[in-house]
């Protein structure tokens, strides 16, 4: 397989994980909505930097970071539950902004290192970058750690682009939508919870 169609397949993987919008898609939007495009940028590198590093160990066939996801799965998505649950009943008592907040260094970076470790809670995500590299083609690759780091950077920037589209097109409606924030807020919280409710679910049952 040849560099080139390393780095597509690997952007169109990234990319196509990350469409879908589930718990971190509804983040992004509310916190673009109530603290303004780099909150919710944030979230989205945040998602994609743990697309990236499941798409390494996924990439490089990792057995043994797998077996380990595996036997610490329930614990982990319990944790990840709890936080959505903790997510989404803050998002319920949120009070809507009147304009974007200021963006501080600390409170973005702050967004993203939470975005990562919600998103890598998740170890069943290994088990859906498997299927796509195989479906992809992605597992017959080689060529060593060139070839890794490309897969990476190219997860990486595949990803990005989704949450770049994401924040600027709800940036861009934020006006419109202004009027409507604390229904908003409402909404995704309850989403959010619900979204908690099931891992929770999920990973009590996994005990």
Known sequence: MTPFDLVTRGAVLGFSVAAPVGPIGLLCIQRTLNRG???GLAVGLGAATADALYGLVAGLGLAWVSTAADQTGPWLRLVGALFLLFLGVRTLRSRPAERAA??????IASTYAATVGLTLSN????LSFSAVFAGLGLSRATGGALAAGLLVLA???GSTAWWLLLSAATAALRERLQPHLGKINLVSGALVCAFGAWALWSAMTAF
């Open 155 to 157: 997860v990486f920037a």
């Open 102 to 107: 200021d963006t501080g260094r600390s409170g």
């Open 123 to 126: 170890p069943a995500t290994i």
């Open 37 to 39: 495009r780099l909150h």
